[in-house]
């Protein structure tokens, strides 16, 4: 297992090295300008403004000189925001995108297994009918939608909630509602899909004729069993959710990383973008190794090291 | 017990003439695995109903925006931001062509009756509700088109021989979903020109990594189980193994992932008119319409609400559809 | 069991659409009522707003949009600040000494403090113009050094110049810590002590710099200030306050203690702070505006801005739009009503002209747009079929694809389906793409020419009608439509250089537009507006066209 993983910790390295280059070739591609205020500009103006920046160097000399600054800790300096370190903006803005990611999993993974388990079971009846229903409606209903819906009633009509904030547990309430009930829907819908295809597994029925009661069945074998595949959702789940509430932030003025994501992409905010898509890969990529690993933890069967079955 | 059991004695029976075959015929007919799942998807009654609801509305895709004879783009803010009204059915409130107590039809003195109200510009919000239907569609057929096709042969490949390919496949995967969706859009738009292609190609290059990854788990759980085992011992090649084993038991996962690609597919095209990459406008999609209808929610809730009926009918339906066919196909369902 | 399933959706249906109803109908009943305004000062002089972006920087040399420049505007201060479109004197204390040639003046310094406690000297000034003229500093917007005149500056800037970079050559000389004296290329143009209360005309401080180094600016004690107020709290993304600053000159006139921004990106969301009271001023989109029309109407506030939004027609690659018939009746198929009352709807007003209205006064106090009022209208819809049936027998065409480049913001959307039928409806046989773009991409299409007809709009860079007029000429990068007119080169040469008599250049410019408008090179379509709710007790709060784009250096809250 240690060899296993310290070489994946090996391709995690190339991995990454693959997606900040190719980062870097995609942000040369971008058409225009990083200056916003480019349209008031002669191109002299414009060529003096490119050379300050080191922007009218070769691609190669630029590349050498961003991993050079890369390996040191240096991302470079935000376009939209007075060259201030993009690496600064990233501490400040990331954690409270996790922060809302993780919340928002956690919730709608305890509250999307729950339900998913008790639809399972009642495969057919009108608890799982129910479940179904409610799941789909809040799959169908975009976040947006659904935040705004939330946001109007509760901290416009009511007053329950505060409008907007990220400072204290009753700002976290909606955001997470918001997002979570999409994951909720996801998660209860893949979870009681195994659910069912355990139940129908030979050695559950085993179990039940061994004459295991129906509870320790359901606790001792098929949740257990059912849970495998959802942990491979829920990893890139996660890196998904965190990277993709920007909208739920704008909705609640959260200073989140997605809303930041967004303008850095509309004014060619160079090192912005890099430095945005780099975290988001390195996030991701750690996820799936875990996963990876966990997958192995969970399921004995697993083999992950293992090559061709023989 | 009834009397007529008395009447029946042991000589009644005789003994029937078994040949050698006999004995070893299977009792009932042969069903292949197509018709046997047609048979019972037919009657699974939530599904039926679901594939009949799912053809209506793809009818209404293709005819309804010729209902009225206004093209997409038939504007006139003299008529801006009417509520629906239908003649004949003005006692039910959503269709009297009341605003908050107001008739606004009156207000304007429009004499036409708009099914589901008009836009900003004064557009038929019926003919452009149809039409958008029509391009979500298109774009959820193609996503899951690409889900089924690239993703569960790649995952299927990569879980299934495992070792280096698999390592290789992986770090591709990770590679390309390493990059958010955006950046990459935003590069196709930018080479492409923003519109239903590029959008289509966008959401083809992302949309079957998850099945991948779903697919390739599958496999790793199966391929160790006894049944595969027993298959390569008797000879069956990996190709036979894949397709015919590992895949239709897999079946169910593949299914329900698919399903959530179809919603995910028409969100993500409503995430991009929600930043401005989306469908080109005087186009509508459902996504961009309920976009549209977003800024107005506060003030005229019933711009977003036909769009965001539809999806839901259509994500519902799909949904139970989804759960009718695994339940056909799934061979462990078999019973 | 089927029929429960399918209540439960109706219900769901149902209730989502309750919902959403209570959304439309319901309106915030709180606000608005309690008008009561008496004029007594309120104890808590406190004023709060929504604002969509953060402070980008404090640096007044690096600063190039609206939220930095406001911020720069409120807590720091130049030789005069504008206040109501009209320039008053700041830290300059009155007129400076004009030379016999108009072309040095000497200002004499007020006695003000930095907020660590050291005076404001003449040489603070000479570093913050050197270093905006310095290339090493990375400055923007230093061509306003140009445009004004200031001696060298346009040397400097230049860099097949022998003078490049040597800013130290720059027409700015602190004679002693209290005397500045600034000398110009040639007689100041009228604009000259308006343009002064532009950042990049902020005196700075040499040692914070050096100290700070790249932190200088970027945070709220990695600045000095100087202004009505200082910063004293920035949140990243979340917000800032100001609070009154007790050691400017001025503080008497300061009223508001403390002033507060959320940054909310989200106008629905701004709209609900609005209502329950968190914040007491909101911008209003198009589709609030009839809302609050109808319940919130005394609280509703409307003014007209300096922007300008106009089609780019490309003549130099499409040879059909040099026809000037067809320009005409692309100018005449866009009914401007419709757009301003029904597309923007927020007190924009629709234009036949290029320099707006209410924004500058010429020498005898006259507003510009006094001499042509309603501008060069090429006429009504019915008349737009006629220059294009002229213009299709002229061209010996039938049809005509055009190629409409926009910007893909989602509040151009509307707009740029509204242009496009409009054009489309009124010329029988013209067909229009929308082409929407990211920023900078429409940038370089607009540059290379790859549009047919491109939306776009102008903001002034001073206070004069020269901003708007020498784009046009036929060598200046931002004409991008190919169009060329040697009289009108002439014209705005001659007011360029002629300084001298301010009433010769006035109508010299005044000519330009004229003779501009008679070609239609481009289509005008509107000076934009900005309408805003503010609560009954916010008093002179004002978004001036020129000048802070909010201000609220002289609002006070009454009791309520």
Redesign the interface.
Known sequence: MGRYILKRIGYMIVTFYVVVTLTFLSMKMLPGTPFKFANRLSPEQLNQLKHYYGLDQPVPVQYLQYMWNFIHGDLGGSFQYGMQPVTEFLMQRFPVSMQLGIESMIFGTILGILLGIISGIYRGRFLDWGMVTLTVVFISIPSFIFAAILQYFFSVQIRIFPVIGWSGPMTHVLPVISIGVGVMASIARFMRTEMVEVLNQDYIVTAQAKGLSTSAVIYKHAIRNAMIPIVTVIGPMTAAVVTGSLVIENIFAIPGIGSQFIDAIVTNDYPMIMGTTELYAALFIVTIFIVDILYGVIDPRIRVSGGKPS | MTSSNHDITKDLFTLADLGDTAADKIAGESVSAWKDALRRFVTN??AFISMIIIALIVFFAIVGPHFFGYDI?N?D?SR?NLPPKISGLEWIP?FSGH??GVDVYKEKNVKTAYWFGTD???RDLWTRTWHGTQISLIIALIATLADVLIGVVYGGISG????MTD?VM??II??I????N??WI??LI??M??GLLAITVAILATSW??MA??VR??M??L???EF??AS?TLGASDRRIIFRHLIPNSI??II?NTM?SV?SAI?FE??LS????GI???QSSLGSL???G????????YQ??YP??I??L???CF??MG?GL?DAF?P??RR | MKKAKWSLVLSFVLALSLVLSACGSSSSSDSGKKSGASNKLASKQELKFAITADIPTLDPNLATDTTSTNAIDMTQSGLTRMHNNKFEWDLAKGEPKVSADKKTYTFTLRDQKWSDGKPVTAQDFVYGWHRQNDPNAKPAYNFLFASVGIKNAAKIQNQDDSLYGKYDQLGVKALDDKTLQVTLDQPAPPFFYSILSQPQFFPVREDVVKKNGSKYATSADTMLYSGPFVLSDWKKGTGWTYKKNKDYWNAKATKLETVDFKVVKEQGTAINLYKTGSIDEVGLSAEYVDQFKKTNASEMKSALESGTFFLYINQKTNKNLKNLNLRKALNAAIDRDGLVNSILNNGSAGSDYIVPKNFVAGPDGKDFRSADPDGFSAGSASEAKDYWNKAKKELGIKTLKLNFLSQDSSSTQQLNQYVANQIKKNLPGVTVTINAQPWANYLKLNQEFKFDLAFSGWFPDYQDPMTYLDMWTSKNPQNTTGWSNKKFDSLLQSALTGTADQQKRWDNLLAAEKLMMSEYPIVPLYQSGHTWVEKPYVKDLSFPSYGPEIDFARAYITQH
Not at chain 2, 177 to 180: D, H, L
Not at chain 2, 294 to 301: A, E, S
Request: charged content about 20%.
């Open positions: 009654k939530g783009d504007q803010v801006a959503a605003e908050n900003q510009l004064g299934y021989f495992g070792g390592n992986q770090r990770e590679i979903a390493g990059i958010p955006l950046v935003i590069l930018l080479i020109q923003p990594l998850s990854r779903i788990g599958e790793l759980k391929k160790n189980q595969v085992l390569r169910g996962m329900i959530f919603p969100f409503a995430f929600f930043i401005g990459l080109r406008s005087p309920i976009n549209d977003y800024q107005m929610l506060q003030i005229h809730p977003t609400l965001g009926i999806i839901s259509l994500l519902i949904n139970i759960d695994r799934d462990k369902l």
